[in-house]
């Protein structure tokens, strides 16, 4: 795939009213505006259903980038920038109306020199995919020979492996894998991207990446907010499907993939899916075993009443969906096999964190080991909202002896890069126009997370929870605890 470095284009937003597109793709789309990332033959087409002007959607998007924008709105880039920006109203389910979206499109293609690229990102729910691709091969798809089409899905794919599959057709009748980005912005964060250069860039780390020296990893990522105003999309989707099918996967992926042959979009994606594929090699024995889910419950103090989940709204006051997970995962491969990964995300948790632990073994020493034993070094890759690497390691307590004690490395990359770290939306946006599809899931990658996924839910259906089961602002389940006091360990919180 040939990359380009700022390409012209035109980027059709499905949902363009919608709350991703106010709060994280304009704001994404004016920051790379203004560090001149962007080049200046490019426009926004928002569609929604609203009877509006494009001068009226405008003064909203300058309201949502005065809300969302870390920085102040400079003045000059925003009236270069606005009058790239169009409305289109149109229902995207009726067909009809793509006719007429086509001859705008190529209206503002003239306009604006965008040589009939065009970036078509579906900030709408999964539900309309199909018919808005069915809809843009028929009327919009033949602008110019040498211009490439590419359409981002925004998650979920799909609910399970099946319904994943179907959609996955309906989009390759249209476009070519390599035009498809499914978009998961976990993987346009900072500290992500920085794994693989911190595994394969340090002699300290590479050599002792496997069960030789590695005792166990933990992948956390934890909210302290409840499900607020999304009580409606969480009932169908729960902490499984929302988190751990897509982001606490691929950053399994990220920390457990061979070295890829070369930095190239396939080769690394090549690495990543064999990891994916060996979770699913061997049948989950007893999910109980390995599994823990919970749900949050209520919390009455003076002041405040903390909603359960079940209270939140548009959530059933039966709902069994799972705002907390917890599971145990062996990756059964040479470098892995014997190693245990501990995978816990939940809402309504004590801290706003995703940290990655990386516990080496432990050294038995019969110089320092006496009392009690040294601290195994530990190696934390800190994803949000502090980026960051943390190291432990063991040193001497001045003034003593011999009395060892735990010391440590803390590299704050956010401290020092400060606000202007780009946000995940930003570098992901700026890929899809290049071409780079590095940071994006192939069909592979979601196909082998769902394979993996649907055999918890398989065996779930005949269990029944008992929710709620954690309160507010706790490390969740009592039950999550005990998944590793089981194997003598325990969960970092840090
Ligand atoms: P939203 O409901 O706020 O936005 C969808 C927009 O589409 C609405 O403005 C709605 O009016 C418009 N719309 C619906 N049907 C239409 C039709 N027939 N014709 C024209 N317009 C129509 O949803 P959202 O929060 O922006 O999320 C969009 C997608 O992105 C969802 O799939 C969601 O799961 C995903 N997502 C959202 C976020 C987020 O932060 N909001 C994060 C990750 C993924």
């Not at 548009?314 to 969906?321: I, L, R």
């Not at 401290?415 to 202007?420: A, E, F």
């Not at 946006?429 to 590095?438: F, P, Q, W």
Request: net charge negative; hydrophobic share 35%.
């Amino acid at each position: 795939m040939h990359i380009t470095n700022y390409s012209s284009c035109i980027m059709v937003i499905f949902g363009g009213t919608g709350d991703l597109a106010h709060r994280k793709l304009l704001p994404a789309i004016y920051n790379l505006y203004s560090q001149k990332k962007l080049s200046h033959n490019f426009a926004v087409v928002a569609i929604g259903r609203r009877a509006k002007t494009s001068d009226e959607y405008r003064e909203e998007v300058l309201d949502s980038l005065h809300a969302f924008l870390k920085f102040d709105v400079e003045k000059e880039v925003w009236n270069s920038i606005k009058n790239k920006i169009y409305y289109k109203e149109m229902d995207f389910s009726e067909g009809e109306s793509y006719q007429g979206l086509n001859i705008d499109l190529m209206e503002i293609d003239d306009r604006h020199n965008t040589c009939g690229n065009r970036m078509y990102y579906m900030a709408v729910a999964p539900e309309f995919f199909g018919t808005i691709v069915d809809n843009l091969k028929i009327n919009c798809m033949k602008s110019n020979y040498n211009a490439w089409n590419r359409v981002v899905i925004e998650k979920p794919f799909g609910r399970d492996l099946n319904s994943a599959r179907l959609l996955n057709n309906k989009i390759v009748e249209v476009f070519k894998e390599e035009n498809t980005y499914r978009i998961d912005h976990y993987l346009g964060k900072e500290m992500l991207q920085n794994i693989m250069v911190i595994r394969f860039a340090n002699m300290l780390f590479e050599p002792l990446w496997n069960n030789k020296f590695i005792d166990h990893i933990q992948i956390s990522s934890s909210e302290t907010v409840g499900v607020g105003g999304r009580g409606n999309y969480y009932e169908k989707s729960g902490a499984l499907r929302d988190m751990v099918q897509s982001h606490m996967l691929q950053l399994l992926s990220l920390i457990a993939m061979e070295p890829p042959n070369d930095l190239e979009t396939k080769s690394i994606r090549d690495e990543k899916v064999k990891v994916l594929k060996s979770l699913g090699r061997s049948k989950i024995a007893d999910i109980n075993e390995v599994i823990v889910r919970g749900q949050y419950g209520g919390l009455v103090d003076d002041s405040d009443e903390i909603l359960a989940y079940r209270n939140e709204n548009k959530v059933s006051e039966s709902s069994n969906t799972e705002t907390f997970v917890a599971l145990k995962v062996n990756i059964e491969n040479f470098r892995w096999s014997g190693v245990p990964f501990y995978i816990r995300t939940g809402k309504r948790m004590k801290k706003k964190s995703t940290e990655i632990v990386i516990q080496f073994k432990s050294l038995h020493n019969i110089l320092y080991f006496k009392e009690k034993e040294l601290l195994p070094n530990m190696l934390v890759i800190r994803v949000q909202p502090t980026e960051g690497v943390f190291f432990q390691f063991n040193a001497k307590e001045p003034g003593t002896q011999n009395n060892i004690i735990p010391v440590n490395m803390d590299f704050c990359q956010n401290c020092h890069i400060g606000i202007n770290s780009p946000e995940a939306y930003e570098r992901l946006l700026s890929d899809v126009i290049r071409g780079d599809a590095t940071l994006f899931a192939r069909w592979d990658e979601v196909e082998y997370s769902w394979r993996f996924v649907d055999q918890i839910f398989e065996a779930w259906e005949d269990t029944n929870p008992q929710f709620p089961n954690y309160k507010p602002w706790t490390w969740g389940p009592k039950e999550s605890d005990d998944l590793l006091k089981k194997d003598n360990r325990s969960w970092i919180n840090f």
